[in-house]
């Protein structure tokens, strides 16, 4: 069965370094999400993506954070200047069409801050 | 903005016994309705949705979840519950039309042996 997949499983980082976490979503889906999720609660949308452009963001989603689908296959989520609050899981999801035929998630990268 | 409530931080139910996760949503119009579950350090899984149809929907691992209109609910069973049913399930819904899905807070589901 298909997988979207995310690299790393585990990034650890210092308070004010930049990250990319990475996604490689299923090879014929067109929409693509980040989520994030802290200590095991509240699953929180970030953003989406179609047509090689944000299409939705949520007040989450400032400026520190930016997407990009740098080729074919990768889609990837930068923060620029990580928070201590920044410390969660984050999620990468894709579906092959809009939400009402729901998403495929990624197992996600746990993300440190120190 | 269209939103859904699970009411319930925690679950517990005995291996053998019928469970009921429970949800409730608030969205205009015809709701699209989800549960996911998510095991230990894993990801989101899709369990089941309603679209549109039979109120009673069927999902994966023996799952379904029924949806009553006049109560806007859309909870979520299983006849016989198992110790590996346990886990954390979510109810989302479009944020607004198609997407993105916004999630309820969680129930952490506990089957006892």
């Known amino acids: 069965e298909p997988e979207v997949t995310q690299t790393p499983s585990h990034q650890v980082t210092q308070m004010g370094q930049e990250v990319i976490l990475r996604c490689v979503p299923i090879?014929?889906?067109?929409?693509f999400y980040w989520y994030r999720q802290i200590l095991g609660q509240k699953v929180e949308f970030l953003v989406s993506?179609?047509?090689?452009?944000?299409?939705?963001k949520s007040e989450i989603f400032d400026d520190q954070f930016s997407v990009e689908r740098p080729d074919g296959s990768n889609f990837t989520l930068k923060i620029r200047s990580t928070k201590l609050e920044d410390s969660a899981m984050y999620f990468c999801?894709?579906?092959?069409?809009?939400?009402?035929?729901?998403?495929?998630f990624g197992s996600g990268t746990r993300l440190t801050v120190v | 903005a269209q939103s859904v409530a699970q009411p319930e931080d925690q679950v517990n139910v005995a291996e053998g016994n019928p469970l009921t996760v429970k949800c409730t949503y608030s969205?205009?119009?015809?709701?699209?309705l989800f549960w996911y579950v998510q095991y230990p350090n894993r990801g989101l899984q899709f369990l089941l949705k309603?679209?549109?149809?039979?109120?009673l929907v069927k999902g994966s691992y023996g799952f379904e979840a029924e949806f009553n209109k006049s109560q806007t609910s859309f909870h979520l069973k299983k006849p016989s519950a198992l110790v590996s049913d346990s886990a954390l399930y979510f109810c989302?819904?479009?944020?607004?039309?198609?997407?993105?899905?916004?999630f309820g807070k969680g129930t952490r589901l506990s089957v006892i042996a």
């Open positions: 309603y679209i549109t149809g039979d109120n």
């Open positions: 993506f179609y047509n090689n452009e944000i299409s939705e």
């Open positions: 999801a894709s579906s092959e069409e809009t939400g009402a035929y729901g998403y495929t």
């Open positions: 989302a819904v479009p944020y607004s039309g198609n997407t993105p899905l916004v």
């Open positions: 969205v205009s119009g015809n709701p699209y």
């Open positions: 090879s014929n889906h067109l929409y």
